[in-house]
């Protein structure tokens, strides 16, 4: 390819989006482009429609989003429906108006039922009541992907349009939000026991029981497995995916309990205090596996496994905390 040909990766200061920016760039023929939030604000219609003109991107990778932990989802349900399906719906539909013939959205594991049977498959989708915490953003990542399928549907023949949707499980790694309120389980933990080596606490409280399970994935396998996706010709893709069900389930192949992971991260860390699980508070789903069979058939598979993937995240927490 030309190295005139130009990918937009949307949300490139987010975890995921900065690790499939590190991923282009070392394939080296792609000019990338990148907004800031304070350059382009994805929820400004006309803003994003004038970025799409001016720039006129071949490819797209929808990884911005507005993210967070269950006590961010229970806190700002309203900034995260209406954020997340105003980015999404402004950056689709602007790369169809600009001849955007193919872009990749990126969704997460909570669009599944709360009870879906485990590990989740893709047409596990709307067959059941969603996670009462995070669905106002699960319901925003579904409409992502309806509104990818709904493009391809009336577009696809008479415009080439083919845009795909990954759905990844827990991600982690270098770049994750690692604020003590608003993070994700292992970055909230990462920097919860790292706070409490260097306090010499004797113990440190984790939110629940400590028995859901959770499967995770390190961000730059996931980074991997979106451009394998978004590179796929377009008769591999379909061969394995149907137009209402056309989402591609991203993640470890395995789960762990968060008592597990817990005990994993303090060894990482370095702390030799008690673990104590406070049970007031809310546990969220009690599993989230993904059955991750559709990518594996189409020649992907996690590298990174849980150890050394902690490790690298804690490097990368000290880096930008130093002590």
């Given at each position: 390819m030309s190295t005139q040909f130009k990918i937009y990766v949307a949300g490139h200061r987010g975890m995921v989006g900065s690790a499939i920016c590190r991923n282009l760039q070392q394939q080296g023929q792609f000019r990338l482009l990148t907004r800031t939030h304070a350059e382009l604000d994805l929820t400004n219609q006309a803003a994003v429609q004038a970025f799409f003109a001016q720039e006129k991107p071949d490819q797209?990778?929808?990884?911005?989003?507005?993210?967070g932990g269950i006590h961010a989802n229970n806190s700002y349900p309203a900034d995260f429906i209406y954020q997340n399906l105003m980015m999404q719906a402004n950056v689709i539909e602007a790369a169809f108006q600009n001849d955007v013939k193919r872009l990749l959205f990126?969704?997460?594991?909570?669009?599944?039922?709360?009870?879906a049977t485990q590990p989740m498959r893709e047409d596990a989708l709307l067959t059941g009541t969603l996670e009462p915490t995070n669905e106002p953003y699960a319901i925003a990542k579904i409409a992502g992907i309806k509104l990818c399928e709904s493009y391809n549907r009336q577009y696809g023949s008479s415009h080439g349009v083919d845009y795909r949707s990954v759905m990844p499980t827990n991600l982690y790694g270098p770049g994750d939000n690692y604020h003590p309120e608003n993070s994700h389980v292992i970055p909230a933990?990462?920097?919860?026991?790292?706070?409490?080596?260097?306090?010499?606490?004797s113990s440190v409280a984790i939110w629940g029981t400590g028995t859901p399970r959770r499967e995770f994935l390190y961000v730059d396998d996931m980074a991997a497995a979106s451009v394998h996706v978004m590179q796929l010709p377009k008769a591999t893709y379909d061969q394995h995916t149907t137009p209402m069900q056309s989402h591609i389930n991203v993640g470890s192949g395995s789960d762990v309990t968060i008592a597990e992971v817990a005990q994993a991260i303090a060894q990482t860390v370095g702390y030799v205090g008690q673990i104590e699980f406070d049970t007031t508070k809310p546990d969220g789903a009690l599993r989230k596996w993904m059955?991750?069979?559709?990518v594996n058939n189409l020649?992907?598979?996690?590298?990174?496994?849980?150890?050394?993937g902690l490790a690298l995240a804690y490097q990368n927490f000290l880096a930008r905390n130093p002590l």
């Open positions: 797209v990778y929808l990884a911005a989003a507005k993210v990126l969704g997460s594991s909570c669009i599944y039922p709360r009870m933990l990462i920097r919860r026991f790292h706070e409490a080596k260097l306090a010499n606490a059955d991750s069979t559709r020649g992907w598979q996690a590298q990174v496994n849980l150890h050394d």
